[in-house]
């Protein structure tokens, strides 16, 4: 399977898409092979600015599957995502991509911002016919009823080996189909003993090997439960 992700630091966070891969091997999806376009702080209409990069992908690349991760904080409003998100997924089509649209989180100070977000990933992926990988849904149960898990980075921003670990499982679970709730507890956390700066030079964990790490199966427990849950919902 080849899957190209779209986005930003929400996206590339932990090397989340590394965890996903692992995550869908485990699940008997066979090889996965995962790129990315994602860039600090970009929304979608950054990467329609750089589009020759965005074309040459999805027109050459092969893809199975575009997973596209519109930038989160801040929101630039559902407008902007189904007039973008819906020029993105054409050019997904065209080069025969199944297009999913990931609903990213609210920010920790500001769990009030989840309702826009959702209702525009939603309305975006009906409207285009698309998957939906309902992420910041799933993120905003998983504060109320699990609030000792901390799914959030220490900004309050970005995804914590655990934020990271939930957006895996639930896009593992949107493209292979599989019941998420038998998936191993495998993380990873880039970050570890850094300081991130964004749009300078990170100092970041750069061995894959030191990147994975060992997560609580007990949060990983709850996570996987709540996301079988809403994806039970439909």
Not at 142 to 152: C, N, V
Request: charge should be negative; proline fraction near 6%.
């Amino acid at each position: 399977m080849r899957i190209l992700f779209v986005g930003n630091s929400h996206s590339y966070f932990n090397d989340m898409p590394a965890t996903f891969a692992r995550l869908c091997a485990a699940a008997g999806a066979g090889q996965v092979l995962p790129t990315m376009l994602a860039y600090s702080g970009r929304p979608l209409g950054w990467h329609l600015e750089e589009y020759f990069s965005l074309r040459y992908n999805l027109l050459y690349g092969k893809y199975d599957y575009c997973v596209i991760q519109q930038q989160a904080h801040p929101f630039p409003g559902e407008a902007a995502l189904l007039a973008d998100g819906g020029r993105v997924i054409e050019l997904c089509r065209t080069g025969g991509a199944a297009p999913v649209v990931l609903t990213t989180w609210a920010e920790q100070r500001a769990p009030e911002h989840q309702a826009e977000m959702t209702a525009a990933a939603r309305a975006l992926a009906q409207r285009e016919g698309a998957l939906l990988a309902p992420v910041g849904e799933v993120w905003q149960r998983l504060r109320e009823t699990h609030p000792k898990i901390g799914l959030f980075w220490r900004d309050g921003e970005h995804a914590s080996p655990y934020g990271s670990y939930l957006e895996a499982v639930t896009l593992c679970g949107v493209v292979t189909g599989c019941d998420v709730t038998a998936l191993p507890t495998l993380g990873g956390d880039f970050s570890r003993g850094a300081e991130i700066a964004f749009y300078d030079h990170p100092r970041v964990l750069e061995d894959p090997g030191e990147v994975e790490t060992e997560l609580d199966e007990a949060a990983c427990e709850a996570i996987r439960a709540a996301v079988a849950a809403r994806l039970r919902e439909g």
